[in-house]
T-cell receptor
Framework: QKEVEQDPGPLSVPEGAIVSLNCTYS??????FMWYRQYSRKGPELLMY????GNKEDGRFTAQVDKSSKYISLFIRDSQPSDSATYLC????????????FGKGNQVVVIP | NAGVTQTPKFQVLKTGQSMTLQCAQD?????MSWYRQDPGMGLRLIHY???????DQGEVPNGYNVSRSTTEDFPLRLLSAAPSQTSVYFC?????????????FGNGTRLTVT
C-alpha cells in the first residue's frame, strides 16, 4: 500500500461550484500536511500548509486534517477557471523533513 | 530573482546515452532535491542534498548520480539512459533542513528516452 493515496481521476466542475479533494494516508507519524497546486507544464507551488489535526482557511481555500481517520481534504469555494490545475497532497513526519510523501495529484477543470 | 532554473526544458535521448540535467537556484538555499513525476505515480524523490558536498538517496535513486560542489547548482546525471527514465524531472530547493519554508520547484525538464 502506498503511503499516500489520492484519486487522480479528473474532476470537472462549473464555475462557482465547491471543489472537494482528499487524500488518505497510512503512516500515523505524519504530522505536517501540504497541498500543492500545479499548472500545466509548470512546477508545483505550495497552496496550503497545516500541522496536525484541524482546519486552516486562506481566502477561498480550506484545508482540513483528520488524523484519527488519516484523511485530509482541500475545499475550494466559488471556484474560478483560474483554479484549473492539478492539486497534489504531500505530507511528512517532521518539520522540514527531507522526504515528503506526495499523492498522485488530482486534476481539476473549472468550466466557465 | 529567477528562483529555481532547470535546463534543458525538453530532451530526447536514445537508450544508452548519458546526459546531465541542470538545476540552479539563486536564493542561497541549502537544501536541493530532484523528483521525477510520472502519470499515475506522483512525485518521487530521486536524490537530495542538504548542503555543498553532501548528498543522499531518495526513493528511486538507481540510474542517477548527483553531486553538489556549490550551493547554487545541483546537476542530475543519467549514466546510461533507459526508456523507463522517460519522465518529467523537477528540481526543488528550500532554505535549510528543518525549515518551515516550502519547497520551491523549477518548471521541469521533459525527458524522452527512445
Amino acid at each position: 500500500q502506498k503511503e499516500v493515496e489520492q484519486d487522480p481521476g479528473p474532476l470537472s466542475v462549473p464555475e462557482g461550484a465547491i471543489v472537494s479533494l482528499n487524500c488518505t494516508y497510512s503512516n500515523s507519524a505524519f504530522q505536517y500536511f501540504m497541498w500543492y497546486r500545479q499548472y500545466s507544464r509548470k512546477g508545483p507551488e505550495l497552496l496550503m500548509y497545516t500541522y496536525s489535526s484541524g482546519n486552516k482557511e486562506d481566502g477561498r481555500f480550506t484545508a482540513q486534517v483528520d488524523k484519527s481517520s488519516k484523511y485530509i481534504s482541500l475545499f475550494i469555494r466559488d471556484s474560478q477557471p483560474s483554479d484549473s490545475a492539478t492539486y497534489l497532497c504531500a505530507m511528512s513526519a517532521s518539520y522540514g523533513n527531507n522526504r515528503l510523501a506526495f499523492g498522485k495529484g488530482n486534476q481539476v477543470v473549472v468550466i466557465p | 530573482n529567477a528562483g529555481v532554473t532547470q535546463t534543458p526544458k525538453f530532451q530526447v535521448l536514445k537508450t544508452g546515452q548519458s546526459m546531465t540535467l541542470q538545476c540552479a537556484q539563486d536564493m542561497n538555499h541549502e537544501y536541493m532535491s530532484w523528483y521525477r513525476q510520472d502519470p499515475g505515480m506522483g512525485l518521487r524523490l530521486i536524490h537530495y542534498s542538504v548542503g555543498a558536498g553532501i548528498t543522499d538517496q531518495g526513493e528511486v535513486p538507481n540510474g542517477y548520480n548527483v553531486s553538489r560542489s556549490t550551493t547554487e547548482d545541483f546537476p542530475l546525471r543519467l549514466l546510461s539512459a533507459a526508456p523507463s527514465q522517460t519522465s518529467v524531472y523537477f528540481c526543488a530547493s528550500r532554505p535549510t533542513q528543518g525549515s518551515r519554508s516550502p519547497l520551491h520547484f523549477g518548471n521541469g525538464t521533459r525527458l524522452t528516452v527512445t
